[in-house]
């Protein structure tokens, strides 16, 4: 067990000196700032516009912002989680795959007392811990912006919506993390390391969604609802495809924390749904063979 948290130390210790995990950490922070900054941004002048139209008595029609949750600011995080933090969480896996083999060094990595199974599990506990890192200071982040759009502090339901909305990320990105870690520990050349999980989360992002509801893909790049069927054929499709949609799982759960528009059974089903998610890609990984990660990558 020290073996393996040794791992994951070293693991989360490399990743946050490598330039290409940390670059899309800097994205990902940098995206979620600037959706906070424009949700600021747009109440302030909205709001002001309103107070200088309502003085003239040009409108009586209330504030268009009155009674909206300050949640509702939150919601363009939500695809900047499946987006940018899905890739993020790629290339860290990819990363963490690569780099022992890379350097001809996992031969004598593994005369270490430490299995195959025990390295690769400490290599997803340290990618893991990195992700929930960057998905802290997104979640720091954002709640300082929402205090700031509310001009009071958060009360701890507002907290807590926050807090499990971003828990809930965490097994998508790690799952994703999780797949690019099998492809980088043992595909035998780079770009097919680092091609294949983004085919992947391109096919659990937009593909199977799309297969159930026939929607546009630009459709799916809505921040919280979830796409509805529009009947025949689309609803058996999407019965068969929908538990494998796991961006759209983690937009269901989304809904229900931030505008309450999804019911609490399915935002269990999509909590079960990511959990499985994880659970499949960890045994994924504890399948993988010494000889499968001891070979020669090519560029």
Same mark, same amino acid.
Do not use: C, H, W
């Given at each position: 067990m020290s073996n393996i948290l040794a791992t994951a130390k070293f693991e989360l210790l490399s990743l946050s000196r490598d330039g290409g995990p940390r670059l #899309?950490?800097?994205?990902?922070?940098? #995206? #979620?700032? &600037? @959706?906070?900054?424009? $949700?600021?941004?747009?109440?302030?002048? /909205? @709001?002001?516009v309103w107070q200088t139209i309502s003085?003239?008595?040009?409108? !009586?029609?209330?504030?268009?912002?009155?009674? %909206? @949750? /300050?949640? =509702? =600011?939150?919601?363009?995080? /939500?695809?900047?989680?499946i987006l940018i933090g899905g890739l993020a969480a790629i290339i860290s896996g990819v990363t963490s795959g690569l780099r022992d083999r890379q350097a001809h060094s996992l031969d004598m990595i593994l005369t270490r007392q430490i299995s195959t199974r025990g390295l690769l599990l400490g290599k997803l506990l340290g990618v893991s811990a990195w992700l929930t890192i960057a998905l802290g200071a997104a979640l720091s982040l954002i709640g %300082? !912006? *929402?205090?700031?759009?509310?001009?009071?502090p958060l009360d701890w339901s507002e907290i807590w919506s926050l807090v499990a909305l971003f828990a809930a990320g965490?097994?998508?990105?790690?799952?994703?993390?999780?797949? $690019?870690? &099998?492809?980088?520990?043992? +595909?035998?050349?780079?770009?097919?390391?680092?091609v294949s999980p983004i085919a992947i989360w391109a096919l659990i992002?937009? !593909?199977?969604?799309?297969?159930?509801?026939?929607?546009?893909? &630009?459709? *799916?790049?809505?921040? !919280?609802?979830? /796409?509805?069927?529009?009947?025949?054929?689309?609803? *058996? *499709?999407? +019965? &068969?495809? @929908?538990?494998?949609?796991? +961006?759209?799982?983690?937009?269901?759960i989304a809904a229900s924390l931030l505008d309450g528009t999804s019911a609490a059974a399915t935002s269990a089903g999509a909590a079960i749904s990511l959990t499985a998610f994880l659970g499949l890609v960890f045994v994924l990984l504890m399948l993988i063979k010494r000889d499968q990660i001891r070979g020669v990558v090519n560029e």
């Open positions: #899309m950490i800097g994205i990902f922070l940098a #995206m #979620m700032a &600037i @959706s906070s900054l424009i $949700g600021l941004l747009t109440n302030l002048t /909205v @709001s002001d003085q003239q008595g040009l409108t !009586v029609a209330p504030n268009p912002f009155q009674g %909206v @949750s /300050v949640l =509702y =600011y939150a919601r363009n995080s /939500v695809i900047y989680i %300082v !912006v *929402l205090s700031l759009i509310a001009q009071r965490l097994p998508l990105l790690a799952g994703l993390a999780g797949i $690019g870690l &099998i492809f980088g520990a043992t +595909a035998k050349r780079e770009s097919t390391a680092l992002t937009f !593909v199977f969604p799309q297969l159930g509801t026939a929607a546009r893909p &630009i459709a *799916l790049l809505n921040p !919280v609802s979830a /796409v509805a069927t529009i009947g025949g054929p689309f609803d *058996l *499709l999407n +019965a &068969i495809f @929908s538990p494998f949609a796991f +961006a759209e799982q983690f937009k269901n």
